[in-house]
C-alpha cells in the first residue's frame, strides 16, 4: 500500500488499513521493548533492533499520512459546500476527488451520454404523440331540475 494511493480509497478501506497498521505499529512496539530488555546484545539482536525501530518509524508516518487523509476527506470546503446542495452534487464532488482524472473523466462523460440519450428518446417520443384535442365535456347533472324558458309576457295583464 502506497501513501500516494490513499485518495483513492473508501473510507472503509482507509479505516480498515489504518487498523492493520496499528496493529503492525503496536506489535513492533513490544517487540522493540523485549529486544531493550534482553541482556545480551549481540551483534545480532543490535541488528534486529535497528530493523524493527526503522519499521516502526515508518509505520508511525504511514498511520499520520492515513490520519490526514481521513482530516483532509472531512474537512474539505468543495464536498462541504457541495454537500449543502445536493446528495448528486456531493457524490460529484467526492467521485472528483477520489478518482483518477482520467476515469473521472470518463466517468462522467458516459453519465452525460446517458442523460443526453434519454432525453433524446423522451423529445423523440413526445414528437410522435399525435396532438389530441381536449374537448370540455357538458356538464350533466342529473340531480337538479331541467330548467324551462319561455319568452317574456309582453303585458302584465295578458298573465
Not at 513492533?28 to 518509524?57: C, F, G, N, V, Y
Not at 462541504?80 to 464532488?93: C, I, K, V, W
Request: glycine share 2%; with cysteine; proline share 6%.
Amino acid at each position: 500500500m502506497f501513501v500516494a494511493d490513499m485518495p483513492h480509497l473508501s473510507d472503509g478501506q482507509l479505516s480498515h488499513i489504518h487498523k492493520e497498521a496499528d496493529e503492525v505499529f503496536t506489535s513492533l512496539e513490544r517487540r522493540i521493548q523485549e529486544l531493550e530488555q534482553e541482556l545480551s546484545h549481540s551483534p545480532q539482536d543490535r541488528d534486529t533492533l535497528i530493523k524493527a525501530s526503522t519499521k516502526r518509524d515508518v509505520t508511525r508516518r504511514f498511520l499520520r499520512a492515513i490520519q490526514e487523509e481521513q482530516e483532509q476527506r472531512r474537512n474539505n470546503p468543495a464536498i462541504r459546500h457541495a454537500a449543502g446542495e445536493s446528495l448528486p452534487r456531493t457524490f460529484l464532488e467526492v467521485a472528483r476527488h477520489r478518482l483518477p482524472g482520467a476515469t473521472f473523466d470518463s466517468l462522467l462523460q458516459e453519465a452525460l451520454t446517458a442523460c443526453e440519450q434519454q432525453q433524446a428518446a423522451a423529445a423523440e417520443a413526445e414528437a410522435e404523440t399525435p396532438a389530441t384535442e381536449k374537448v370540455v365535456p357538458i356538464r350533466v347533472d342529473s340531480d337538479s331540475l331541467p330548467v324551462v324558458v319561455s319568452p317574456a309576457p309582453e303585458s302584465v295583464s295578458e298573465a
